[in-house]
């Protein structure tokens, strides 16, 4: 099969994203955004924009992380997603912070445009910085109102960070010079989970962004930033180089959201987003429409997700074309991926049997793919492969790789030697052997490499949501970035499942092909 | 290299070989000059042994000293370094090693059935491997050669079998296409002493009534004594001496001989 015919197949067999009713000026307009509700939201706004304006947008929503989202748009993967200046200056660029947001801005439109051909476009309008925040009691309690404040107290306080922030120079080791404030301990949290983890108060102070409604929704309180130690940063949007090339028109109807937007703005529909988890679309059409940007309601692309109250198993019942798409796509993820694995790892598995002073280094090699962090082989896949179906694709079968190829090798091995010595020593063939004598033999611990290889593939392709190749991760991702436990649950109930059912399903193949004696 | 041994010099007029005054028509397996190395090790060093059609010869001596290696030879699980490797006056090495193992029988010290075939299914295998008709008759007549019930044992998984009755279905299994040599690495070797001593009248009674040719190997010189016509010591890859049992015993040709005969004299005991 060539290079050229494999997205082809894939995209015959994952389906085409949907296509809007009018006519497309260009060609599609890939929209991505990064995992976390501001990010969804102004993305979607970018899109419905668009679709207004007769473009065709394909939405690819919650791409992993910074490095995947930005090298996905540099190599033309994605077309546009909403970024922040100052992250742009400090974590692509590398360049030290600065007071100043529209000197930021003017330093990275210039450096991206000269070293990527990617352009910013003008900012939205609003700015958007770190914000330290305490529980209401706590602030009370130890009156708390700035981070001078805070310093006081810090020896005694137990911080929950994101690890972006920990590391960041504009992050913890800033504030410690700045305002001396070193935590009693320090916790690296995810930011899905660090304000429930300081609601719970498992934490006593969390960085958050001024702009997050869960601020709102957690009652939070944010320590005035007193010395000017946090630089705002502005939000835009990021063109990559190809859609500026291809679609002009596209990125001139962009440039109409410029300096539209106000910090109450984003506060006012983050908070509708993250605390009344009402549906993205929605929030980001009524924006539009106060915006003056669109008039009448426009069609939905996605199931718009009701908002109403009511139980899990209710918002799973309302969900379930959905559910059962994602379902479909993320079998297919799971079975591709790992059908690929067993065709390597089983005959290699068995030759190595031949071949022992080198098996240990080849299975220990391929064993080191496995200590890779999921997101970050995602991420080194991008230049190679891009985002969607085939880098997903391409990681889940090295995922794969090992519990088949380890547990082939040591089945095959330690499979009944005496009785295989004497197979070999009546007369049977190399061939006879394999079929007759080690493979049946080996075959529960080959089986088991293989249900542990599907039950883990089932889990690691939720993670295939972060670089744009759907499945069950899709509700996963923006459930956690949206804090929406129900929408968690509607990708992660039927991921378990899903893996149930697939190891399920082998131990019916393994009852069958195991020998009985 | 080593004189041949009177007993076993050939009779090259009759093209046969004279044991102890008999003549047996044909020589079944012979090794001239056999030398193996693994490495550095020299596995078998100059070895030559003849072995009369009928006959049953024991391999005997510690472990290292090369008996199942040379033994090996004999159905190219091993192929030697140097020297030459003859079965029924054939070199070895013009031989299909599969058709030639489908051919001579084997039995390992540990049995070596497939845990995952009945015993009838075992006993089958080399009638399988030769696509013969019968399979099933040979085996039913194997298994009742070997003294085991076909109604009580053909359906029987080997994990339900006791070790005697194993290697009784290993014994079976050698013979089930009647072969004309079989060669026995230690058959008896792991077994307790009352079901060894069943064994080696089985085996004994088989041999009377089959003539099968012999290679036995064996740590065990009561044993060696009890089952071959003649027994070849060996010692680090050398044959040390081969004689009958008799002429072993009246005129050992070296210490270490002596001591084999002394301690096994205590075993005996």
New interface residues.
């Given amino acids: 099969m060539s290079m050229t015919t494999l997205p082809a197949m894939l995209l015959m067999v994952f389906g085409m994203p949907p296509i809007q009713a009018p006519p497309p000026q260009s060609r599609p307009i890939v929209v991505a955004s990064k995992p976390f509700g501001e990010s969804y939201l102004l993305a979607e706004m970018f899109a419905q924009l668009l679709e207004a304006r007769g473009f065709v947008a394909d939405r690819r929503l919650g791409l992993g992380a910074t490095e995947i989202a930005f090298s996905a748009l540099r190599s033309n993967q994605i077309d546009v997603y909403p970024e922040y200046t100052g992250t742009g200056l400090l974590a692509i660029l590398g360049e030290r912070p600065s007071p100043d947001p529209r000197q930021v801005y003017r330093q990275v439109a210039r450096e991206f445009r000269a070293r990527y051909g990617v352009r910013w476009l003008p900012p939205l309008g609003f700015q958007n910085t770190y914000a330290i925040a305490v529980r209401r009691e706590t602030a009370r309690r130890l009156q708390l109102r700035t981070l001078s404040d805070l310093a006081r107290v810090s020896a005694t306080m137990r911080a929950g960070l994101t690890p972006d922030f920990i590391g960041r120079p504009d992050g913890l080791p800033g504030l410690g010079k700045a305002y001396g404030i070193h935590f009693r301990s320090v916790r690296a949290l995810l930011a899905a989970v660090k304000y429930q983890a300081l609601a719970a108060g498992e934490v006593d102070v969390i960085d958050g962004y001024s702009t997050d409604g869960f601020i709102v929704r957690y009652d939070l309180v944010v320590l005035k930033d007193d010395r000017g130690f946090f630089p705002p940063y502005e939000a835009a949007a990021l063109i990559s180089p190809a859609f500026a090339r291809d679609v002009p028109a596209g990125v001139a109807a962009l440039t109409e959201l410029s300096g539209l937007l106000t910090e109450e703005d984003l506060r006012r529909l983050n908070r509708r987003i993250e605390v009344d988890n009402e549906p993205i679309p929605d929030v980001a059409a009524d924006a539009l429409r106060s915006l003056g940007l669109t008039h009448a309601r426009t069609e939905r692309v996605r199931t718009a997700k009701d908002a109403s109250a009511g139980g899990v198993a209710q918002y799973l019942w309302r969900q379930r074309d959905t559910i059962m798409s994602l379902t479909l796509r993320h079998l297919l993820l799971v079975g591709v991926s790992l059908a690929g694995a067993l065709a390597l790892a089983l005959p290699l598995g068995l030759a190595l049997e031949r071949k022992r002073r080198v098996a240990e280094s080849v299975i220990r090699g391929v064993g080191l793919l496995q200590t890779l962090p999921s997101i970050a082989l995602l991420a080194f896949m991008i230049p190679l492969l891009g985002i969607g179906v085939v880098p997903a694709l391409v990681a889940l079968f090295l995922y794969s790789l090992y519990p088949i190829l380890r547990n082939t090798y040591t089945g095959g091995r330690g499979a009944a030697p005496d009785a295989v010595g004497a197979a070999w020593a009546l007369g049977m063939t190399p061939r006879q052997v394999l079929r007759h004598v080690r493979l049946p033999l080996a075959a529960p611990v080959i089986m088991a490499g293989i249900r542990t290889a599907a039950v883990i593939n089932v889990g690691t392709a939720t993670l295939a949501a972060f670089i744009g190749a759907g499945g069950l991760g899709d509700p996963i991702a923006a459930g956690l970035a949206l804090s929406d436990t129900r929408m968690i649950l509607s990708g992660a109930l039927p991921a378990a499942m899903l893996a149930l059912l697939v190891d399920g399903a082998l131990g019916i193949c393994e009852r069958i092909v195991a020998p009985r004696g | 290299m080593p004189e041949t041994p009177l007993a076993t010099r050939p009779n090259a007029a009759k093209g046969g070989v004279v044991i102890e005054g008999k003549l047996l028509p044909t020589i079944a397996l012979r090794a001239e000059s056999v030398t193996k190395r693994y490495g550095p090790r020299l596995a078998l060093d100059g070895v030559s042994i003849d072995v009369g059609a009928g006959e049953c010869v024991a391999l005997i001596g510690e472990s290292g000293a090369g008996k199942t290696t040379l033994l ?1 030879c004999f ?1 190219r ?1 091993v192929d030697p370094d140097e020297g030459r490797i003859l079965v029924a006056g054939v070199d070895a090495r013009e031989l299909d090693p ?5 051919r001579t029988g ?1 039995v ?1 010290q ?9 015993v009838q299914r075992n006993v089958e ?2 009638p399988w ?1 030769r696509q013969l008709e019968n399979r099933s008759d040979l085996a039913l007549r194997a298994m009742r050669l070997v003294g085991l019930e076909p109604e009580l044992f053909a359906s029987r ?3 339900e079998l006791s070790g005697g009755q194993r290697q009784r279905v ?1 014994v079976a ?2 013979l089930a296409v009647n072969p004309g040599v079989v060669l026995l690495d230690e058959p008896f070797g792991a077994l307790d002493a009352i079901s060894r001593a069943d064994l080696q009248s089985t085996f004994l009674g088989i041999r009377r009534e089959l003539g099968v040719t012999s290679l036995l190997v064996t740590h065990d010189l009561d044993e060696a004594f009890l089952l071959a016509d003649r027994v070849v010591v060996m010692r680090n890859g050398r044959v040390e001496q081969a004689a009958t049992p008799g002429q072993l015993r009246d005129a050992p040709a070296s210490d270490y001989v002596r001591q084999l005969l002394l301690r096994a004299r205590v075993t005996a005991a």
């Fill in positions: 090996r159905n699980l599969f058709a030639l193992r489908r084997y390992p540990d049995g070596g059935l497939l845990p995952h075939w009945r295998l080399v491997l998984w080997p994990r290993a299994r050698a």
